[in-house]
């Protein structure tokens, strides 16, 4: 069973379009995240949620809506996409400190915004 | 904002070469870790460290956090191709922090 997994794995859209990706974990964790590599591969954080709630809000443009309706699922929603949002964006989960056990990433959802 | 720099950031060596690859900032953190990605997969938790000054060995990497818990060191003796990926640190603040700061990594190649 895979501990984290995310859907799709690859995801082309038109600028301007709305859609959403998956996530979820069976491990039990508390915690969530939504990170995004560039293509650089540098990891920001986005968003965590711990036991549904809403725990970092980093600067990201509204137009991105995580949704967790319950701690083992945390749901990305994009709007009107734009071509800057192509990336790699990776679900992980936590226990509830970071750094007790580290994160489990998913596999990535690659978005090509086009 | 913690920053955590790594170096090199791409490294291309032979099989059988000994290696190190550094994690440095100007802030202290609670925890560091070091994450294995290969391409198309997600980040992989090779190693937490917690103590400074703590030294933790894994088959033939040894990693090592320094005494400041400022900055770190993975060592890798004698390379192998299936070392080949990208090796990220990682710092957590701690506390009711659940953030990890990540360094922009350094790209591994071990070639036969």
């Known amino acids: 069973d895979t501990a984290v997994s995310q859907t799709p794995k690859y995801l082309v859209t038109q600028m301007g379009n709305d859609k959403s990706i998956k996530c979820e974990q069976n491990?039990?964790?508390?915690?969530m995240y939504w990170y995004k590599q560039d293509s650089k591969k540098f990891l920001k954080i986005m968003f965590s949620?711990?036991?549904?709630?809403?725990?970092i809000n980093e600067t990201v443009p509204n137009r991105f809506s995580p949704k967790s309706p319950d701690k083992a699922h945390l749901n990305l929603h994009i709007n009107s996409l734009e071509l800057g949002d192509s990336a790699v964006y990776f679900c992980?989960?936590?226990?509830?400190?970071?750094?007790?056990?580290?994160?489990?990433f998913g596999s990535g959802t690659r978005l090509t915004v086009v | 904002t913690q920053l955590l720099e790594q170096s090199p950031q791409f490294l291309s060596i032979q099989e059988g070469e000994n290696l190190t690859v550094y994690c440095n900032s100007s802030?202290?953190?609670?925890?560091l870790q070091w994450y294995r990605q290969e391409p198309g997969e997600g980040p992989v938790l090779l190693v937490t460290?917690?103590?400074?000054?703590e030294v933790k060995k894994l088959k033939r990497l040894t990693f090592q956090f320094g005494d400041a818990r400022k900055d770190s060191s993975l060592h890798i003796t004698a390379a192998q191709p299936g070392d080949t990926g990208l090796y990220l640190c990682?710092?957590?603040?701690?506390?009711?922090?659940?953030?990890?700061?990540f360094g922009k990594g350094t790209l591994l190649t071990v070639n036969p």
């Open positions: 992980a989960s936590s226990r509830l400190r970071a750094g007790d056990g580290g994160y489990t």
């Open positions: 491990l039990g964790h508390d915690t």
């Open positions: 949620y711990n036991n549904k709630e809403l725990i």
């Open positions: 802030s202290v953190f609670s925890s």
């Open positions: 460290v917690v103590t400074g000054g």
């Open positions: 990682a710092g957590g603040g701690g506390g009711s922090n659940y953030k990890l700061t």
